[in-house]
């Protein structure tokens, strides 16, 4: 099935630095979403972007959807140590009469570590 | 408290032998879906139901089996488990409507399949 090529796969940094990583797609998605999971628990939704173009702002989070709609791309500002975690991205398909699809696909996550 | 629950946690079972792992939400949802979630592929969508007795194929439904007989249940069902389907498995719901996108996750099953 589609799925979406998310990049780095993990990243390293020190505590302070900032961080971006993106979501590409052969495919038009009408929706992107941002997630974040720690270790033994379930994704817990960051960002939703609705619009192609759209930037949108959670805090520290930074995220934007793509003008393409094949992309997006997720910011975060001044990594602080709870940023520990997966990050995935997720894309959401409209038919040919604009709904949405049950159908969400995910990237494969990027993995981040924070070093105080 | 809004949540989404999933039974049992942690399942190590046999080839063949079947099983349901539950999941309930409490948020009057219409949405709801699973997910396994595999080292370096992400999560991939098993199955999904738009709402009661309405359910369809995500990217990996090949042996799992759904049902939505009520609005706050969506169970999975392996009918002959199979070691490839060792995996951590997540369901999800939400609402209906242009913001479905919006999932809430359980705290996901680790299931191992022998």
């Known amino acids: 099935g589609q799925q979406l090529n998310q990049s780095p796969q993990s990243m390293f940094i020190q505590e302070g630095e900032d961080v971006s990583m993106n979501c590409t797609s052969s495919?038009?998605?009408?929706?992107w979403l941002w997630y974040k999971q720690d270790p033994g628990e379930g994704p817990v939704l960051l960002i939703a972007?609705?619009?192609?173009?759209e930037l949108t702002s959670n805090g520290r989070l930074t995220a934007q959807f793509g003008i393409t709609r094949k992309d997006s791309f997720l910011n975060i500002s001044a990594s602080i140590p709870s940023d520990v975690g997966i990050y995935f991205c997720a894309g959401q398909r409209a038919n040919a009469g604009g709904t949405s699809y049950g159908k969400l696909t995910f990237g494969q996550g990027t993995i981040l570590t924070v070093h105080p | 408290e809004a949540q989404v629950t999933q039974n049992p946690r942690y399942l190590i079972t046999v080839t063949g032998k079947k099983l349901t792992v539950t999941c309930s939400q409490n948020m009057n949802h219409e949405y709801m879906s699973w997910y396994r979630q595999d080292p370096g592929l992400g999560l991939r969508q098993i199955y999904y139901?738009?709402?009661?007795?309405?359910?369809d194929k995500g990217d990996v439904p090949e042996g799992y089996k759904v049902s939505r007989k009520e609005k706050r249940n969506f169970p999975l069902i392996l009918e002959s488990p199979s070691p490839n389907q060792t995996s951590l498995y997540f369901c999800?719901?939400?609402?209906?409507?242009?913001?479905?996108?919006?999932?809430?996750f359980g705290p996901g099953t680790r299931l191992t399949v022998t």
């Open positions: 999800a719901s939400s609402l209906a409507g242009p913001s479905f996108s919006e999932q809430y």
């Open positions: 495919s038009i998605f009408n929706t």
């Open positions: 972007l609705y619009k192609a173009g």
């Open positions: 139901s738009m709402n009661v007795e309405v359910t």
